[in-house]
């Protein structure tokens, strides 16, 4: 039997460089071991080993060709096709001889668990908790290797195929090892987060705990006893004690048998507070030898502490980057929420904008106010916060991006841990940064002329671009000119863009007065004013758009030709040259990508392809327009908007001027009316002037990017969005920012921070963890502790008739409830919400295409919290009688965030499938 490796290894002997061997279970326990902590003795059967057995059954290998790309039918059938191959294959002679020899080392006369340990298991960006097999209080020469094949076996079930598939995984490069270690007669048992799994805190440890093995807890059959330890002074904050109906115990003849509790022990505290704080302490010098929150799942046998398992908290969003270093709590608002764009971003999109933002950025560095994290920006509040002026004034402004924020900024702001400590903005920065800005919109407000501000509007973001044309024209190579569209993007706000806002402030400032000096009655009238403006490029873009589709509108093979998407759109349009209409239709989409062609979705990243690249979106918005209008009907809507915009203003003056005051009045509310018409039509100038300045900038990155394919740095042009701006200032030949240098004249390699060398692994490195941000949903505020806080009502404010439960996958969702008692049996329509007594790993099939989940029973690493945390679900467990209180077809809607279920109306007549709970 050939091998490359060892068929079994001793637990003590692993460590972190033996994964591809022991996996991420077996990797991780011998790390422990290693440092010292006390991990139940015993060995891991290497993935050398599975290879081996896989080899043995032709018929499996044959099999497992099949599972690349098979849908969820598909992939349970060649899944039990398979566990059925693999469990008739006798293990080989030599490697049953392995095994064996392994198990009489480590002592004959004991009991064992076996668990399987899988090379894509326990790794920072996906968990597999649960995905394969583990079998407890495992007796006899015959029972272990029995039991190590059936976990081989697991490796294809439908849940670990389905999870594997949505995680990118290759079925034939993941592997699985067994570890096999004595077995722990648990007294109490459970798991402990290092960090608040649900709302991130890292200041935060949690602990879920039962009587007998954790298997209870894990598989979800009773309810855990928790507890909240604060980390920074050990204050158990939280003890909530639940009504244990049973626990797992060792059974005489092997594996394991549930035992029913009774009596006051059903309701007693698993564990004292002495233990809790042990734990907790426990927990902490775990974090620290992996350098990350962990998930610890641990078991007391008398007055012995066992570490069983250690894994990564893949749930917590990542924490921004760089981290604070004034010693004081940061709070972070998303950035990303505010401009629409959720998805993670270019890290050179990311890199652009913190040398976009001027303010506290020193020269030639990235924005330390405008830290990254999990693909996203986020705004640093804290300096302003901290500032009594700014905590008056922040929150009203955000309201406008995100009206949930606000009470959450006050509250968090009013903490005393918050105020205590960290960098304040000084008012000599607030009035150098904003005066001269109100100062210029209080001019806009009652001075200036109002018919000139779009002029002088379009007149600062012509000359900027005009000056950054010059700038970028003037430099004599390459180098030169990635200097220069480096300096060209970080002078935009201040030289450009900052003369803006003037305009937008005294907008906002101009409707709020309007509002508070308008006559009684005519709330309706102040509405109408802000409606149908002129001069908003976005409006008039949207209105160009309009007239496209009209242009396309009356020719019935164009219309069904732009609306095929099975078609790529340069191949719709390339197709449209021979059609009625057609020639006309293009000359009209090449005058408006002339204009608009630097636009389009995602905009403000700059990798992200414009219009002239891809007009996908573009044709969409035409074929919606061809769908849902007449012709002509986009600009009539809007020029009757404009025309009851201004009878409203004329309405409100005519008003205004009547009654004593009314000489002072009436003209007033005539130029607050005429700001309110005037000036926020122009809030989008400052964003048009960025795109625009980004579309400046894309050719010379892109010029760059072939030049790192000719010198063998890269491997594709596209490859440069995936670098920093200092790495490519670098890498393309001119000192960066912070003076390194990569490649020298020739494409030869000197001496840098990012080699030419590396720029390929470092690509490939963030396109994973691309991938895997994009599994994560970015909190819209968050500490630098990690905490989320909610935006939603909290429990004990639950509306009157809602289900209370414990949150454990944050978000809110609505939909009709499906309740569901045997999964075997039961359909998910795509949208519904499950309702369930408990789910196992059985159930995970459900959950692909569930839009939310409740239980009755349940704890933070219950199987349906995990998998719903890790689909993104919004959950609520330990809901008492869901499954009858909920009815099938019934509308509910989940709080993930706060732990409640809201019922929003009775239960629909649906009829359930079999293993559904039918209404009563």
């Known amino acids: 039997m050939g091998r490359s490796g060892p068929l079994v290894i001793a637990l003590e002997d692993v460590s972190a460089a033996d994964l591809p061997r022991v996996g991420g279970k077996g990797a991780n326990l011998g790390e422990l071991a290693r440092a010292g902590f006390n991990v139940p003795s015993g060995f891991c059967v290497t993935t050398d080993a599975y290879r081996a057995f896989l080899a043995a059954s032709a018929e499996a290998g044959a099999l497992l060709g099949g599972l690349a790309g098979a849908d969820a039918d598909a992939a349970g059938e060649l899944g039990a096709a398979l566990r059925a191959a693999l469990q008739a294959t006798p293990v080989p002679g030599e490697l049953a001889a392995a095994i064996a020899e392994a198990w009489r080392r480590a002592g004959e006369g004991h009991a064992y668990a076996v668990r399987s340990s899988a090379t894509a298991e326990d790794l920072p960006g996906a968990s597999f908790a649960g995905q394969q097999d583990t079998y407890l209080n495992v007796r006899g020469e015959a029972g272990v290797l029995d039991a190590v094949r059936r976990c081989w076996a697991s490796l294809f079930t439908e849940r670990a195929i389905l999870y594997r598939q949505r995680n990118g995984f290759d079925h034939r490069e993941v592997a699985l090892s067994v570890v096999v270690q004595r077995m722990v007669d648990a007294d109490v048992a459970g798991i402990l987060f290092t960090a608040d799994p649900v709302s991130g805190d890292r200041r935060t440890s949690v602990i879920d705990a039962g009587f007998g093995l954790g298997e209870a807890l894990v598989s979800g059959v009773v309810t855990a006893d928790r507890f909240r330890v604060d980390r920074r002074d050990g204050a158990i904050v939280e003890r909530h004690i639940s009504d244990k109906s049973l626990s797992i115990v060792p059974a005489v003849e092997g594996g394991?048998?549930?035992?029913?509790?009774?009596?006051?022990?059903?309701?007693?505290?698993?564990?004292?507070?002495?233990?809790?704080?042990?734990?907790?302490?426990?927990?902490?010098?775990?974090?620290?030898?992996?350098?990350?929150?962990?998930?610890?799942?641990?078991?007391?046998?008398?007055?012995?502490?066992?570490?069983?398992?250690?894994?990564?908290?893949?749930?917590?969003?990542?924490?921004?980057?760089?981290?604070?270093?004034?010693?004081?709590?940061?709070?972070?608002?998303?950035?990303?929420?505010?401009?629409?764009?959720?998805?993670?971003?270019?890290?050179?999109?990311?890199?652009?904008?913190?040398?976009?933002?001027?303010?506290?950025?020193?020269?030639?560095?990235?924005?330390?106010?405008?830290?990254?994290?999990?693909?996203?920006?986020?705004?640093?509040?804290?300096?302003?916060?901290?500032?009594?002026?700014?905590?008056?004034?922040?929150?009203?402004?955000?309201?406008?991006?995100?009206?949930?924020?606000?009470?959450?900024?006050?509250?968090?702001?009013?903490?005393?841990?918050?105020?205590?400590?960290?960098?304040?903005?000084?008012?000599?920065?607030?009035?150098?940064?904003?005066?001269?800005?109100?100062?210029?919109?209080?001019?806009?407000?009652?001075?200036?002329?109002?018919?000139?501000?779009?002029?002088?509007?379009?007149?600062?973001?012509?000359?900027?671009?005009?000056?950054?044309?010059?700038?970028?024209?003037?430099?004599?190579?390459?180098?030169?000119?990635?200097?220069?569209?480096?300096?060209?993007?970080?002078?935009?706000?201040?030289?450009?863009?900052?003369?803006?806002?003037?305009?937008?402030?005294?907008?906002?400032?101009?409707?709020?007065?309007l509002r508070r000096w308008a006559p009684r009655g005519h709330a309706d009238d102040v509405a109408a004013v802000a409606r149908g403006l002129s001069g908003n490029v976005t409006t008039e873009m949207d209105l160009r758009v309009g007239d496209l589709a009209d242009a396309a509108r009356g020719h019935p093979e164009l219309v069904a030709l732009l609306g095929d998407d099975r078609r790529s759109a340069l191949e719709r349009l390339d197709a449209a040259r021979e059609l009625p209409g057609g020639p006309a239709f293009l000359a009209a989409v090449e005058a408006f990508l002339e204009r608009y062609g630097m636009r389009g979705p995602a905009e403000i990243d700059l990798a992200q392809p414009r219009w002239r690249d891809d007009p996908t979106s573009l044709l969409g918005m035409v074929v919606s327009n061809l769908q849902h209008d007449v012709a002509g009907g986009h600009r009539a809507h809007h020029a009757a908007l404009a025309k009851a915009g201004e009878a409203a203003a004329e309405r409100l003056r005519r008003s205004a001027a009547r009654g004593a005051w009314g000489w002072l009045r009436g003209p007033w509310v005539g130029r607050l009316t005429r700001v309110a018409r005037g000036l926020p039509a122009l809030r989008e100038h400052p964003k048009y002037l960025l795109v625009r300045t980004l579309d400046l900038v894309r050719p010379v990155v892109l010029e760059a990017g072939d030049r790192l394919v000719a010198s063998g740095a890269l491997e594709q042009r596209d490859d440069v969005w995936w670098l920093t701006w200092p790495e490519l200032l670098a890498a393309a030949g001119r000192d960066g920012p912070a003076g390194q240098r990569v490649l020298g004249a020739g494409g030869a390699l000197v001496d840098g921070a990012v080699g030419a060398r590396d720029l390929s692994s470092t690509v490939a490195a963030r396109r994973a963890d691309q991938e895997r941000f994009a599994r994560l949903t970015p909190p819209r505020l968050m500490t630098s502790d990690g905490l989320v806080p909610s935006l939603a009502a909290h429990a004990g404010q639950a509306p009157e008739g809602a289900l209370v439960g414990s949150a454990v996958s944050p978000g809110v969702v609505e939909g009709r409830a499906r309740v569901v008692l045997d999964p075997a049996h039961a359909g998910l329509l795509p949208g519904e919400i499950l309702i369930a007594p408990f789910t196992d790993p059985g159930w995970t099939p459900l959950f692909t295409h569930a839009a939310g989940l409740v239980m009755e029973v349940g704890g933070l690493m219950t199987h349906g919290s995990v998998v719903a945390r890790e689909y993104g679900l919004p959950a609520v467990v330990g809901v008492d009688e869901a499954t009858t209180r909920i009815r099938t077809g019934q509308r509910v809607r989940v709080h993930g965030d706060a732990g409640y279920v809201e019922l929003l109306e009775e239960g629909a007549a649906a009829q359930p499938s079999a293993g559904e709970k039918t209404p009563s």
């Not at 927990?283 to 620290?288: K, Q």
């Open 256 to 513: 394991v048998e549930r035992r029913a509790l009774r009596g006051e022990r059903r309701t007693m505290a698993s564990l004292d507070d002495r233990r809790v704080l042990e734990l907790s302490a426990l927990g902490e010098r775990i974090e620290a030898h992996f350098g990350s929150p962990q998930d610890v799942e641990w078991a007391w046998q008398g007055d012995e502490l066992h570490v069983l398992q250690a894994r990564p908290i893949t749930s917590l969003y990542p924490l921004p980057e760089p981290r604070p270093t004034d010693g004081g709590t940061h709070l972070y608002f998303s950035f990303s929420h505010a401009q629409g764009v959720l998805r993670p971003m270019s890290p050179l999109g990311l890199s652009t904008w913190r040398v976009l933002l001027p303010f506290g950025r020193p020269p030639g560095q990235p924005n330390p106010y405008l830290p990254l994290a999990g693909g996203r920006m986020y705004l640093d509040l804290s300096p302003l916060l901290r500032h009594p002026l700014g905590r008056r004034v922040l929150p009203g402004i955000l309201a406008n991006a995100d009206p949930s924020a606000p009470a959450v900024l006050r509250r968090l702001a009013a903490g005393a841990d918050f105020r205590a400590h960290g960098e304040r903005v000084g008012w000599g920065a607030f009035r150098r940064n904003m005066a001269p800005l109100a100062s210029q919109a209080l001019g806009w407000l009652v001075l200036r002329r109002l018919d000139r501000a779009s002029e002088v509007a379009e007149a600062a973001v012509e000359g900027y671009l005009e000056r950054a044309r010059h700038r970028l024209g003037a430099a004599d190579d390459l180098p030169a000119r990635l200097r220069a569209a480096y300096d060209v993007l970080e002078e935009v706000f201040l030289e450009g863009a900052w003369k803006l806002p003037p305009f937008i402030a005294g907008g906002i400032v101009g409707y709020h007065l």
